[in-house]
């Protein structure tokens, strides 16, 4: 009996001590861990209608966030998260903002502005409005091989973490292929995470079309009027080839990490670094960049009213992504590089858009030469990016058309536009490239359309 409790208290010293060695390591990322676990619980409850329990369990299953333990207040509409009760940090839900993570300064009780939504409603079906789709039969379809392609990349082993959530297929403006996991339908919505930046990019291909900027015109950052960053131009920008020093890590205590979990206002993270390269000499991709975009485009406007009201109604509600949500940061600037929601079918939309070259039922949107704009290789990205678009040009995923160009986000989130084949294919999941095969996906969905 005492040799069995000297184990057991081994055993127990042992655990301890592993739980001290663990906090000690890991004690500068609590705040970006028990960050990321506060904001992400309160958006995928409150935006996403998930649960805790489920949330835990999927979206949080990711290194050191699952050492963190978080608490949700359904009636009060906010979460918050500690990791071994260390670094606790909340995350409030604002309808029309989105959740966002504060700090002890921030007054929640402080009244807030919240974009003005137009919601169209048209007799029609898919993507024009929201009737069903009339039966439609293409003779160079083989809808078994898609069906089946479709398929493929649905976990079949039981393994949450790596299963895709949705797919939609759409040729020619039809749905061809619509899958989801189970829990999830056309109505759930899902974060987009870095989808966003595309999104954000479109809104200056807005603001060029209308002639409201020139987005070749030297970035206004009044920091930079002194330096040599004074040549950054705002297409330096759209193209991640400005220069700057920055750190894209989510696995550490990066420029990322800190700018997302821990900066009140995620514009001026980028303004503040080094230019360590000129302007189209080294491509690098910046989160940092994108929010800096997002602040310039708040300063466009003369008043903050504006600045929220703009992307839907000019571009966002205008072709039907009603679902649409991007969130704010503390000092209510859009998260440019990684907050935004929708259903499936919305972020459908968004592709379509590109596919048809701006033009939405008939409206021009943008700019027909944009989209030749946002698919050209930036200078030195080696044909895998263009302005706030990745880009097949390059030939990343080797077996799929070169004029192919997407939107990407984290773990996996895609909006494939495929304008040789008429195609736009959407899918969300928790794992990316290292657990999907997108190169044998693509391949035979598009030997599937003749």
Excluded at 117 to 133: A, D, F, V
Aim: aromatic content about 14%; charged content about 25%.
């Amino acid at each position: 009996m005492m040799r069995f409790k000297k184990i057991i208290g081994v055993v127990f010293l042992v655990l301890l001590m592993t739980i001290c060695l663990a906090i000690v390591m890991n004690y500068p990322k609590l705040d970006i861990i028990s960050g990321f676990s506060a904001k992400n619980m309160s958006s995928s409850v409150f935006i996403g209608k998930r649960s805790l329990e489920y949330t835990d369990k999927t979206d949080h299953n990711v290194p050191n966030v699952r050492l963190a333990t978080d608490t949700i207040y359904i009636d009060e509409q906010y979460a918050v998260a500690n990791v071994f009760g260390f670094k606790e940090r909340k995350a409030i839900y604002r309808k029309g903002l989105g959740s966002v993570l504060i700090d002890d300064d921030f007054d929640e009780n402080k009244p807030f502005l919240v974009p003005n939504r137009t919601y169209i409603e048209t007799n029609l079906p898919y993507p024009y409005g929201n009737l069903p789709q009339k039966d439609t039969v293409f003779e160079g379809v083989d809808y078994k091989k898609v069906q089946e392609t479709v398929a493929s990349i649905f976990d079949n082993e039981g393994i949450e973490e790596k299963k895709t959530r949705a797919v939609m297929v759409l040729y020619k403006d039809q749905i061809i292929a619509e899958q989801y996991m189970n829990g999830f339908n056309e109505n759930s919505m899902l974060l987009g995470w870095s989808m966003t930046k595309s999104i954000l990019g479109t809104v200056y291909g807005v603001l060029q079309k209308q002639g409201a900027i020139n987005i070749y015109d030297k970035a206004p950052v009044k920091a930079w009027e002194n330096d040599e960053r004074k040549e950054i131009t705002i297409n330096n920008l759209l193209q991640m080839n400005c220069g700057l020093a920055w750190e894209e890590d989510y696995g550490s205590i990066s420029d990322a990490t800190k700018m997302l979990y821990l900066d009140k206002d995620m514009t001026i993270a980028q303004i503040h670094k080094k230019a360590i390269h000129k302007p189209n000499e080294y491509w690098y991709y910046s989160s940092g960049v994108s929010n800096l975009l997002s602040g310039i485009l708040r300063g466009h406007f003369g008043n903050y009213q504006e600045y929220l009201d703009y992307p839907y109604r000019e571009f966002i509600d205008k072709i039907g992504m009603h679902s649409m949500l991007i969130e704010t940061d503390m000092a209510g600037n859009y998260v440019g590089s990684s907050y935004a929601w929708a259903t499936v079918r919305d972020w459908g939309k968004f592709g379509l858009l590109y596919l048809h070259k701006g033009n939405w039922n008939g409206e021009q949107i943008f700019n027909p030469k944009w989209v030749d704009y946002v698919a050209t290789p930036s200078p030195t990205s080696e044909g895998d990016y263009g302005a706030h678009f990745w880009l097949n040009a390059g030939g990343f995923y080797p077996d799929a058309p070169k004029d192919m160009f997407s939107a990407n986000g984290y773990q996996g989130q895609r909006v494939f536009i495929i304008p040789s084949k008429d195609l736009v294919i959407v899918r969300f999941g928790l794992i990316g490239d290292k657990g999907v095969d997108f190169n044998r996906f693509l391949k035979e969905m598009v030997s599937a359309i003749k």
